[in-house]
């Protein structure tokens, strides 16, 4: 059965959502490959589909439902996600100014903090338009996992019982 159609949203909550605004092209950063772990990553992403069925949403093919099915599906998923976020990690923007802002660069900022974007040619300090303020979190405040526990399960498989 799928994730649009459990039950969950009554056909008098389905809206539709404009389409997020694309930025432009992005770098993405290399990771190196290496065997699967059992940690707070996982972890996170357990919780963000226990709390809001971020999981199912991601894996479910959408293009068969409507924008309206979507953006009601989108509400749930929102609202379990962001209580799940604001429960286990206190999260705070990187920049404080407002997007869209004329800021400046300076030499020797983190480039793990700061993604330069567009024409970026030259030496620091730089002066652009911050197109996201960007997140980092400040705490981690994650329960600890039970001893038994897989720490590589996400959701475990449901089975009922008649």
Same mark, same amino acid.
């Given at each position: 059965?799928?994730?649009? &159609?459990?039950?969950? +949203?009554?056909?008098? @909550?389905?809206? %539709?959502?404009? $389409? ?16 699967? *772990? !059992?940690?707070?990553?996982?972890? #996170? =992403? %357990? ?6 069925? +971020?999981?199912?949403? +991601? =894996?479910? $093919? ?17 609202? !379990?996600?962001?209580?799940?976020? !604001?429960?286990? =990690? ?9 997007? @869209?802002?004329?800021?400046?660069? $300076? ?18 300090? &730089?002066? !652009?338009? =911050? ?9 981690? *405040?994650? $329960? ?16 009922? #019982?008649?």
């Amino acid at each position: 059965m799928s994730l649009l &159609f459990r039950g969950q +949203l009554p056909p008098e @909550e389905l809206s %539709a959502r404009p $389409p997020a605004k694309e930025v432009g092209p992005v770098a993405r950063a290399a990771i190196a490959p290496g065997p699967p *772990k !059992g940690d707070a990553a996982v972890q #996170i =992403l %357990a919780i963000l589909q226990r709390d809001g069925r +971020l999981v199912d949403f +991601l =894996l479910e $093919p959408i293009d068969g439902y409507s924008d309206a099915q979507i953006g009601a599906a989108v509400r749930d998923i929102h609202r !379990g996600c962001r209580k799940a976020l !604001g429960e286990y =990690l206190d999260i705070e923007p990187v920049r404080t100014e407002r997007e @869209e802002a004329s800021i400046e660069v $300076p030499a020797g900022f983190d480039p793990s903090a700061i993604r330069l974007v567009g024409n970026v040619a030259g030496q620091p300090p &730089f002066r !652009g338009t =911050l197109r996201h303020r960007g997140w980092r979190t400040r705490e981690v *405040k994650l $329960p600890a996992l039970p001893i038994a526990a897989d720490p590589l399960v996400i959701a475990p498989a449901e089975v009922e #019982i008649a």
